[in-house]
């Protein structure tokens, strides 16, 4: 029988028969396959692990529900099945790309492999330092392969895939950001009629940033008070950290409408406002064709400012990611333009003043709304995909067992009982089973969306971005200055893509000449030049634009 084939129960002893019935029964009591497929699986494993068995690994990931249960559940009953020990790291989203680059640049086998977000697909596929999963699958890694790993029901592929249609990372966890609000609030008729007396149009799932400011207000200035309780019709985070940085790269200009028509990202310019030309980026600023100071950005930038300091609390601007995704549970936010998934599980917790008596939250997800540069056709707000990646410094054999675990916590087996724990869906399979059927009203609208075709255009950074790790300090570095009022935004902005030209700028310098789509600036020419063409970067728009909104019934049919 071929080493990578699925054994058969008669091949394992009596004490690993039993470790892997309790793991069905007790861990993985929710899976899309059979009980004996289970049982197959997981014996797979048992048998690929035999060169491994005594060795231990290490991995890293942020810190994440997902992950938590990864490193507490997963990890161990690897361990059980296998005896290959994982030490399951777990820190900061910005440690992890920490981490991630000074094992590229000592040279040094830090970790075995990274969990790390698919926005370094740019990196990656020029940089040539990690081992594709293509290259895994068909090489060196090709016995041990699980057999039944079905790549085709990743959802999550085409954001792990290089230009060179090489699949670089393997999907972990995605979530995405969608709008969030209080539908038992918006569903209130007194609250209904008195929106629409002073608007003019119905209150009800945002289309546009015009019908968020207007819902923003009333709520923070009509409603002020519900139950004695000061509310707010706007939340975000501002403080001087990284994360204030994913809160703009995050698909905050391209929401506005900064960047090109195209998907997964705009095309020649993209939503961090980089324009690439033949697979080269040429530029951030408008004077070389880029958009990251471009009218549009200017726009964007400002609204977010504006919002922070008008609806939000006054707690917001010394808050980061993780502490600002706690105030939705607190029951004084009307809404947010966009909201991480990832917080679905700590949104639904019994006793909560977001959940209803019986399970169901008081509030739901729809598509966020966009601003008015924005056209069809544009990718409407962003999708975080953590993804395995595996670096050409770690040993083969070290690597291969890693490769063993990370198949493990991703295997049909293992992926729904995961995603009930974390909810962050990456099989198709999943998505359309009936647990998840049964779960999804309870779940706000997320079931939903990941049964449309709106997952395809939420989605990570793209390739424009060469060097994710190099490049995605600089948001907050240069937004937090625009926040603290050092600076006004169009200075800011026009400070922030000069910093990322000049980066270009030293990748195309410190390029080997046969690197593979490496930085060519552009030479600068009049910012009209570039504003008086189509597309990227556009001109100022000065006409008015009126709220819009629609049923909630309504806003997700287009998910459909």
Not at 11 to 18: V, Y
Not at 130 to 144: A, F, M, N
Not at 215 to 229: K, L, N, P, T
Not at 243 to 255: E, K, V
Request: charged content about 20%; proline content about 6%; overall charge negative.
């Amino acid at each position: 029988m071929p080493p990578h084939s699925l054994p058969i129960d008669a091949q394992l002893t009596s004490q690993q028969s039993q470790t892997i019935q309790h793991l069905i029964s007790n861990q993985f009591k929710h899976s899309t396959l059979t009980h004996q497929q289970q049982r197959q699986e997981l014996a797979w494993f048992i048998e690929q692990a035999k060169p491994f068995k005594g060795m231990q690994v290490r991995v890293v990931s942020e810190r994440i529900n997902t992950h938590q249960y990864e490193s507490a559940v997963l990890a161990k009953a690897f361990y059980e099945l296998t005896g290959i020990h994982v030490i399951h790291e777990l820190t900061g989203e910005d440690d992890v790309i920490k981490k991630l680059a000074a094992q590229i640049m000592t040279g040094e086998n830090l970790y075995d492999a990274f969990i790390n977000d698919s926005d370094l697909i740019g990196t990656h596929f020029r940089n040539q330092t990690v081992t594709p999963i293509t290259q895994i699958i068909k090489e060196h890694g090709k016995d041990y392969t699980l057999p039944t790993l079905d790549l085709d029901d990743f959802i999550g592929l085409k954001f792990t895939t290089g230009p060179d249609g090489i699949l670089y990372q393997l999907p972990d966890q995605q979530f995405a950001n969608l709008y969030w609000y209080r539908s038992d609030w918006f569903d209130n008729p007194q609250y209904q009629a008195q929106f629409e007396q002073k608007y003019g149009y119905p209150l009800g799932v945002p289309q546009n940033w015009q019908a968020y400011e207007d819902i923003a207000e009333f709520f923070s200035v009509d409603v002020g008070e519900i139950d004695g309780q000061k509310i707010y019709g706007h939340m975000d985070y501002a403080k001087t950290d990284p994360s204030l940085g994913w809160r703009l790269s995050d698909a905050w200009l391209s929401m506005a409408g900064v960047g090109d028509v195209g998907l997964p990202n705009g095309m020649p310019v993209d939503e961090w406002g980089i324009r690439v030309e033949a697979c080269h980026p040429v530029g951030a600023s408008v004077a070389r064709g880029g958009a990251l100071n471009s009218p549009a950005a200017v726009y964007a930038i400002s609204k977010y400012v504006e919002w922070l300091n008008r609806f939000a609390p006054i707690e917001a601007k010394q808050l980061n990611f993780t502490e600002a995704g706690d105030w939705p549970a607190r029951g004084v936010i009307a809404q947010k333009i966009f909201w991480y998934t990832a917080f679905v599980d700590e949104l639904t917790q019994p006793g909560l003043p977001v959940v209803n008596a019986d399970g169901t939250p008081k509030w739901k997800v729809a598509p966020s709304p966009v601003g008015k540069y924005w056209r069809e056709g544009m990718k409407s707000g962003y999708q975080d995909t953590g993804a395995w990646t595996f670096l050409r410094n770690t040993p083969k054999q070290r690597q291969l067992a890693a490769w063993l675990y990370a198949q493990f916590v991703v295997s049909k087996t293992v992926s729904l009982s995961k995603l009930l724990e974390g909810l962050t869906p990456i099989r198709q399979s999943d998505i359309e089973s009936e647990v998840m059927t049964k779960q999804a009203p309870y779940l706000g609208g997320l079931v939903e969306f990941y049964r449309s075709q709106a997952r395809n255009v939420w989605t990570p950074t793209g390739t424009n971005v060469p060097d994710y790790p190099g490049m995605a300090g600089y948001w907050w570095q240069h937004i937090s200055q625009i926040v603290e009022g050092k600076v006004s935004v169009k200075q800011g902005m026009d400070l922030f893509a000069q910093t990322m030209d000049q980066h270009l700028l030293q990748l195309q310098n410190e390029a080997d000449i046969t690197a593979v789509c490496a930085p060519k600036l552009a030479p600068k020419k009049p910012e009209s030049y570039w504003l008086n063409k189509p597309g990227a970067p556009k001109q100022t728009f000065f006409g008015e634009v009126k709220g819009k909104t629609l049923p909630y019934e309504e806003a997700i049919r287009a998910w459909q």
